[in-house]
């Protein structure tokens, strides 16, 4: 079956970096996304990798491994407003998502 | 205005009742999408239509129905609700001109309780 792991839950100190990590397994890949969603709010897209590699975008960063079926979300200088939740998905062969049931990120003063 | 919109917002109704939600979007998009988020799973898809002669079923379609009425609007019916689909329903859409990322717009959602 196919499968996104990504921790539950993550608490982290105002300004510091802190790294959401995402493995999948999936039938095929073409691409890996990271969604942002506040609570009770609608996901909003952060990034997009389907190379190998680093993608940055201002304080966020997304990196892919491929060949581990691993990717990480890193969030520098941390802000109060970066408590969310945090979606990985990963498109498979039949370009259809598939979802992690996400990381809720709690940002402590 | 936002640029999906989804109504009702919030809705409780009662097991066998027959329950209708719906979606505009303004994005111009072709494709259009309904997912349902439950606590601790990740979002799943309900229904998909990449127009409007187009309309494919999704990961867990059964007991519910669509109708994309135009390319703006995509609707979700439970023709009778029962308890386990009470649930957070979202509409996206995404353009298929939108590159490889084929990125989804959410509306703000639609949290539907059956009792």
């Known amino acids: 079956g196919q499968n996104i792991d990504q921790p539950t839950e993550m608490t982290a100190t105002e300004g510091a970096i802190v790294q959401i990590n995402c493995t999948y397994q999936?039938?095929?890949?073409?691409?890996l996304f990271w969604y942002q969603q506040h609570a009770g709010e609608a996901p909003t897209f952060l990034s997009y990798?389907?190379l190998d590699g680093l993608e940055e975008k201002g304080r966020f960063s997304s990196f892919l491994s491929r060949s581990k079926g691993y990717s990480y979300l890193l969030l520098k200088e941390l802000q109060m407003k970066d408590s969310a939740s945090y979606l990985c998905?990963?498109?498979?062969?039949?370009?259809?998502?598939?979802w992690g049931a996400g990381t809720k990120l709690i940002i402590k003063p | 205005d936002a640029d999906v919109t989804q109504t009702p917002r919030n809705r409780i109704t009662k097991t066998g009742k027959r329950i209708m939600l719906e979606c505009s979007q303004t994005?111009?998009?072709?494709?259009m999408y309904w997912y349902r988020q439950d606590p601790g799973l990740g979002l799943r898809l309900i229904y998909y239509s990449f127009d409007v002669k187009d309309i494919n079923k999704g990961e867990i379609s059964d007991g519910y129905s669509v109708s994309r009425q135009a390319q703006a609007k995509f609707s979700l019916s439970l023709e009778s609700a029962i308890p386990n689909q009470t649930a957070l329903y979202f509409c996206?859409?995404?353009?298929?001109?939108?590159?490889?990322?084929?990125?989804?717009?959410f509306g703000a959602g639609s949290r539907l309780t059956v009792l």
């Open positions: 996206a859409t995404s353009d298929l001109h939108g590159g490889g990322a084929n990125v989804l717009t």
């Open positions: 999936t039938s095929g890949f073409n691409g």
């Open positions: 994005k111009g998009h072709d494709r």
């Open positions: 990798n389907v």
């Open positions: 998905a990963v498109r498979d062969s039949n370009y259809q998502l598939i």
